[in-house]
């Protein structure tokens, strides 16, 4: 229980500190490459899933977004790593051109999905789907946070058809300077 509150209590910091530098204007921000750092991460969530394939597909060669580094690895390993938890085996990463100025970031698993009513919930801070698998259950709540509030973006959660599991969107400006 201990190591839940630290995390907690770490998320709870960030998030407030944020919020301050935010007020103040002084947030850094820079242009990230999505596709590099999918990249990064994928490798990353290889290490600690090695029985889960994970495969990337993408057009663009570079997909810009003007955000914070932490926050896109937080959203990019919060999504990865549900799709670890609760697929079976593979999990599709699609970065597609949505707009002229958007990206569409796509995590599709094999896992069972969810159903509308769960898909509805697990937005809300401190939902959890499964007591059994480690987490907080402010995962979701933070990535929506993040997506919506300081990248202006939307994330919107589907039953995926071509996998069976669920399908995470994010919709995310491109940086166009």
Do not use: W
């Amino acid at each position: 229980m201990h190591n839940q509150v630290d995390l907690m209590k770490r998320h709870i910091d960030r998030y407030l500190k944020k919020a301050h530098l935010e007020s103040m204007g002084k947030a850094s921000k820079d242009k990230i490459n999505i596709i590099i750092l999918m990249k990064k991460m994928i490798k990353i969530f290889n290490k600690l899933y090695p029985n889960i394939q994970i495969h990337l597909i993408h057009q663009i060669k570079e997909a810009l977004v003007f955000g914070s580094m932490d926050d896109m690895e937080e959203v990019i390993g919060n999504i990865i790593e549900n799709a670890c938890k609760y697929g079976n085996k593979k999990i599709i990463i699609e970065i597609l051109t949505f707009k002229e100025n958007e990206i569409k970031l796509k995590v599709s698993d094999d896992g069972p999905g969810l159903s509308t009513e769960e898909m509805n919930k697990v937005f809300a801070r401190g939902f959890r789907l499964d007591e059994q698998k480690p987490g907080t259950g402010l995962g979701l709540n933070i990535v929506k946070d993040i997506v919506e509030t300081y990248m202006k973006g939307k994330i919107s959660l589907n039953q995926s058809r071509k996998h069976g599991g669920l399908e995470v969107n994010i919709f995310l400006p491109l940086s166009t300077t």
